[in-house]
C-alpha cells in the first residue's frame, strides 16, 4: 500500500503510440484534476500543444513527450501536495503547477515548506518564489518588488508567522502606508483604529489565511503581531522583530528612509511594492526606486525583483499586466522618438 500515491496516476505509455499517454485518476482526486466542468482540461490545451481526451476517470494525452511529461509532473504534483493536506482540495492547484512546470529550469525548482498551520503549508510556486523564501531566512533587509499576485506579500507574512512560531523574532509587525488608492474617501467616522483599518485590511486577509482567526485575533490583542500605519513606525526602534512594509511605492523617500532606520537588533525588515502602481499625486514622490539604488550594495541587503512570470493568480492577471507594461512600453518608445 505504500505505493498507493504512485498508482493514482499510472502511465500506460507503453500500451499506446509513442505520441500518446493515458492517465487514470482516482475518483476521489477528479475534480481537482478535471476542474468543474472540465475547464482544467481546456486549460491544458489551451497552455501546451496537446489535445486531450476525457473518458471516464481517464485522460488520453497526444502530443511530444515533453508536454506530455510536463503535464504529468503538474498532475502529480497537485495529488501529492493534496495528499499531504486535504485542505487544498479548496484551491485550483494544478494551473499553478502546470505553470511552475512550464518556467525555466523547473527541475531545479524545490519546495520549501514554511509554515505549518491548520491552514496548510505554505511553498513556493515558481523558482524566483523559493529564491525569496530562502533570502526570507537570511537576509536582513529584503527589498521585493514586482506586479500584483506574485505573492511578495503573502509569503513575507508566511515567512514571519513561521519565524515567530520558531521563536526565533518575538513579534511581528505589518505596515503600510496610508493612501487613498485613486479614490476621495472623505471623512471616515470612528476612532483612528476604524480610521486606518481599510487601508490594512490587505494584511489581516493574508494573517488569516495563514493562522485560524482566533490565534491571530490572541497574538495581535496580546502584541506579538501588530498591524500598523506607516506613521506609526516613526521614533520608535523595532528590536527582535520581523518587520514587514507592504505597499512601499506609496511611501515617500524620508518615510522609507525613517522606517528602514527603526530596525534594532534581532530584527529582519522586508520592503514590498509594485513601482507601477502607486497612488501618490506624483509618480517621481515615490522613494521605492531610489531607495533600492542607494541601498542595494550594501551586506546583508537584497533585492528580489519578480516579473509576470512569477503571478500565482488566476491567469487573466498575467495577461492584464503584460497588456498594460506593453502599452507603457510604446508610449515611452513614442516619447523617446519624438524626443
Given at each position: 500500500?505504500?505505493?498507493?500515491?504512485?498508482?493514482?496516476?499510472?502511465?500506460?505509455?507503453?500500451?499506446?503510440?509513442?505520441?500518446?499517454?493515458?492517465?487514470?485518476?482516482?475518483?476521489?482526486?477528479?475534480?481537482?484534476?478535471?476542474?468543474?466542468?472540465?475547464?482544467?482540461?481546456?486549460?491544458?490545451?489551451?497552455?501546451?500543444?496537446l489535445?486531450?481526451?476525457?473518458?471516464?476517470?481517464?485522460?488520453?494525452?497526444?502530443?511530444?513527450?515533453?508536454?506530455?511529461?510536463i503535464?504529468?509532473?503538474?498532475?502529480?504534483?497537485?495529488?501529492?501536495?493534496?495528499?499531504?493536506?486535504?485542505?487544498?482540495?479548496?484551491?485550483?492547484?494544478?494551473?499553478e503547477?502546470?505553470?511552475?512546470q512550464?518556467?525555466?529550469?523547473?527541475?531545479?525548482?524545490?519546495?520549501?515548506?514554511?509554515?505549518?498551520?491548520?491552514?496548510?503549508?505554505?511553498?513556493?510556486?515558481?523558482?524566483r518564489?523559493?529564491?525569496?523564501?530562502?533570502?526570507?531566512?537570511?537576509?536582513?533587509?529584503?527589498?521585493?518588488?514586482?506586479?500584483?499576485?506574485?505573492?511578495?506579500?503573502?509569503?513575507?507574512?508566511?515567512?514571519?508567522?513561521?519565524?515567530?512560531?520558531?521563536?526565533?523574532?518575538?513579534?511581528?509587525?505589518?505596515?503600510?502606508?496610508?493612501?487613498?488608492?485613486?479614490?476621495?474617501?472623505?471623512?471616515?467616522?470612528?476612532?483612528?483604529?476604524?480610521?486606518?483599518?481599510?487601508?490594512?485590511?490587505?494584511?489581516?486577509?493574508?494573517?488569516?489565511?495563514?493562522?485560524?482567526?482566533?490565534?491571530?485575533?490572541?497574538?495581535?490583542?496580546?502584541?506579538?503581531?501588530?498591524?500598523?500605519?506607516?506613521?506609526?513606525?516613526?521614533?520608535r526602534?523595532?528590536?527582535?522583530?520581523?518587520?514587514?512594509?507592504?505597499?512601499?511605492?506609496?511611501?515617500?523617500?524620508?518615510?522609507?528612509?525613517?522606517?528602514?532606520?527603526?530596525?534594532?537588533?534581532?530584527?529582519?525588515?522586508?520592503?514590498?511594492?509594485?513601482?507601477?502602481?502607486?497612488?501618490?499625486?506624483?509618480?517621481?514622490?515615490?522613494?521605492?526606486?531610489?531607495?533600492?539604488?542607494?541601498?542595494?550594495?550594501?551586506?546583508?541587503?537584497?533585492?528580489?525583483?519578480?516579473?509576470?512570470?512569477?503571478?500565482?493568480?488566476?491567469?487573466?492577471?498575467?495577461?492584464?499586466?503584460?497588456?498594460f507594461?506593453?502599452?507603457?512600453?510604446?508610449?515611452?518608445?513614442?516619447?523617446?522618438?519624438?524626443?
Amino acid at each position: 500500500m505504500k505505493n498507493k500515491q504512485i498508482n493514482t496516476i499510472s502511465n500506460q505509455t507503453s500500451r499506446q503510440p509513442s505520441k500518446s499517454s493515458v492517465i487514470n485518476i482516482e475518483n476521489s482526486d477528479v475534480l481537482e484534476i478535471f476542474g468543474i466542468n472540465n475547464e482544467n482540461l481546456s486549460y491544458f490545451e489551451s497552455s501546451l500543444p496537446l489535445k486531450i481526451f476525457q473518458k471516464g476517470n481517464e485522460l488520453n494525452i497526444k502530443g511530444e513527450k515533453k508536454y506530455r511529461n510536463i503535464l504529468r509532473n503538474a498532475i502529480h504534483k497537485t495529488l501529492t501536495e493534496i495528499k499531504l493536506n486535504k485542505n487544498l482540495r479548496e484551491k485550483n492547484l494544478i494551473q499553478e503547477n502546470l505553470k511552475m512546470q512550464l518556467s525555466k529550469d523547473t527541475e531545479n525548482v524545490k519546495n520549501f515548506t514554511i509554515t505549518k498551520t491548520s491552514k496548510g503549508d505554505v511553498v513556493g510556486k515558481s523558482n524566483r518564489q523559493n529564491e525569496y523564501l530562502e533570502i526570507l531566512k537570511k537576509k536582513q533587509i529584503i527589498f521585493a518588488i514586482g506586479p500584483a499576485g506574485t505573492g511578495k506579500t503573502f509569503l513575507a507574512v508566511a515567512a514571519a508567522v513561521s519565524q515567530l512560531i520558531e521563536n526565533k523574532f518575538e513579534r511581528i509587525i505589518l505596515s503600510r502606508p496610508a493612501v487613498e488608492a485613486g479614490e476621495k474617501l472623505g471623512f471616515l467616522p470612528g476612532d483612528l483604529k476604524e480610521k486606518v483599518d481599510p487601508y490594512l485590511r490587505p494584511l489581516y486577509d493574508s494573517l488569516y489565511d495563514l493562522m485560524p482567526s482566533d490565534v491571530a485575533i490572541r497574538k495581535i490583542q496580546s502584541g506579538e503581531i501588530e498591524i500598523a500605519p506607516l506613521a506609526f513606525m516613526r521614533g520608535r526602534t523595532l528590536n527582535n522583530s520581523f518587520v514587514i512594509l507592504d505597499e512601499a511605492q506609496n511611501a515617500t523617500y524620508n518615510q522609507i528612509k525613517m522606517f528602514l532606520t527603526r530596525c534594532g537588533k534581532n530584527s529582519r525588515m522586508v520592503v514590498t511594492g509594485d513601482p507601477s502602481q502607486t497612488d501618490l499625486a506624483k509618480r517621481s514622490d515615490s522613494g521605492l526606486i531610489k531607495s533600492i539604488r542607494i541601498l542595494e550594495g550594501i551586506d546583508d541587503i537584497e533585492v528580489i525583483n519578480f516579473n509576470a512570470k512569477d503571478i500565482v493568480r488566476d491567469k487573466m492577471v498575467s495577461k492584464i499586466i503584460e497588456a498594460f507594461d506593453a502599452h507603457d512600453e510604446h508610449i515611452k518608445d513614442l516619447f523617446d522618438t519624438s524626443s
